[in-house]
């Protein structure tokens, strides 16, 4: 059943390319964004380029994370989704790995190629792909809480924001600690196993809430 | 309930199989709440909905497997054809459907040689069409229908009815909100007026 709802979402992904392309496209802008403004001191570039990096995914996330209920809502299917005999649990982890695979692993796929950009050294770059294919999945998994409890409200992707950004500090400090920690010659494995914590904790609560607030938003 | 006002109450009965039953009222009586609640997605203020005696609520995803519900909104994909929309709706009611069938079901609810055409390309009609294909795959015994005659033609309305003489006959159920009398030869015809 999982696989039917994944291959779905993925189908209409594919349908849909320029959405997850705007996502993307979003992602390298604002992170090229910095190195012209802030000017080509090597030093400094280095220091904001995690920071930066992560914050950028943050907002990226945001773009996405309105359609991951909005059309299927809109169009009826969501009802029909949510009256298969099957756990809504699994459902919105289906749903929500297929947001992730369309809309954020293209993301932590380009971020080393923005690294260089701030002239990160390879191993800078290994923990700020590690970080981001760690901390990416949770940005999803949160994330779909809001777009959840958001659906069917008018200015909802304000509303997202607003509820979902503060929740995504804790990923945010640490994906962002851990690669700074590499940069200043400290071990990044403690931020990592954090963020590593902070997924396995996702991965069984989003979910859950997540069913339980499109339960209310359907009705 | 639906916010702070009531819609309708002492709203009671019991359906045996082979019985189909019209709801009928004026706009905004409630119609479409009431096949929510008998679906699952709304939950009654007060009173139960029961299916083979237990609780539709304590029964859970198991009373889905019994069910299809056709809504207002058409619940079909734009951006798939009408196969792909109709294989995967089967797919996630835990039913595999393969390409052929996809097509048979397309051909008898008069989709013929449509089944590859995006949905969006579709008239309203016929895109009520594929949402109603979604019966014939399903073998559920409740069929759950909200107004679905709106925007169909007269060929497609004797097919409704006779796709639900059929589904009668077989010792199912059908519970529809329409303001449009279908007219059925078979099974045990019951009405059911909102008042407002």
């Not at chain 1, 039917?4 to 189908?11: F, N, T």
């Not at chain 1, 012209?36 to 220091?47: D, K, N, Q």
């Not at chain 1, 971020?111 to 700020?128: E, M, Y």
């Not at chain 2, 809504?71 to 109709?86: F, Q, S, W, Y």
Request: charged residues 15%.
């Amino acid at each position: 059943m999982l696989r039917w709802i994944v291959w779905r979402d993925l189908m209409l992904a594919w349908r849909r390319r320029a959405d997850a392309l705007s996502t993307l496209f979003f992602f390298v802008i604002v992170v090229s964004l910095f190195p012209l403004g802030i000017g080509p001191e090597a030093e400094l570039l280095r220091s904001v380029a995690p920071g930066v990096v992560w914050v950028a995914a943050l907002l990226a996330s945001m773009l996405s994370l309105g359609r991951l209920f909005a059309n299927d809502y809109q169009d009826g299917t969501l009802e029909q989704i949510m009256m298969t005999p099957q756990p809504l649990y699994l459902i919105v982890l289906g749903k929500v790995a297929a947001q992730w695979l369309t809309s954020e692993l293209p993301l932590v796929c380009i971020a080393p190629l923005l690294g260089v950009q701030f002239g990160l050294s390879n191993k800078t770059v290994g923990v700020l792909l590690i970080t981001l294919l760690l901390g990416t999945p949770v940005l999803s998994l949160i994330g779909s809480i809001g777009a959840a409890l958001t659906l069917g409200l008018r200015s909802s992707s304000v509303l997202i924001s607003i509820l979902v950004l503060p929740l995504y500090i804790p990923i945010l400090i640490f994906g962002a600690g851990a690669v700074e920690a590499e940069i200043i010659g400290m071990t990044a494995a403690s931020h990592i196993y954090l963020l590593g914590a902070v997924f396995v904790l996702a991965l069984i609560f989003a979910p859950w809430a997540t069913a339980a607030a499109l339960k209310i938003s359907v009705e | 309930m639906r916010g702070e006002r009531k819609i309708f109450s002492n709203v009671g009965f019991s359906l045996q199989s082979g019985t189909y039953l019209q709801v009928t009222g004026a706009n905004g009586s409630g119609k479409t709440s009431l096949l929510r609640i008998l679906c699952g997605l709304l939950a009654p203020a007060e009173g139960a909905v029961k299916w083979d005696g237990a609780d539709i609520h304590s029964l859970g995803e198991d009373y889905f497997s019994s069910l299809t519900f056709i809504g207002h909104r058409h619940g079909i994909k734009d951006e798939l054809t009408a196969a792909e929309n109709l294989r995967i709706s089967a797919g996630l009611s835990g039913i595999e459907v393969d390409k052929t069938t996809a097509r048979e079901a397309l051909a008898r609810i008069g989709l013929t040689g449509r089944d590859s055409v995006p949905a969006r390309l579709l008239s309203e009609g016929q895109r009520r069409r594929v949402s109603l294909a979604r019966l014939l795959i399903t073998n559920s015994r409740l069929w759950l229908l909200d107004e679905i005659l709106t925007s169909l033609d007269k060929v497609a309305i004797t097919l409704v009815r006779s796709l639900i003489e059929e589904h009668l006959s077989g010792g199912g159920i059908a519970i529809a909100a329409t303001h449009q009398e279908l007219e059925l030869s078979a099974g045990n015809v019951q009405r059911l007026e909102l008042a407002t």
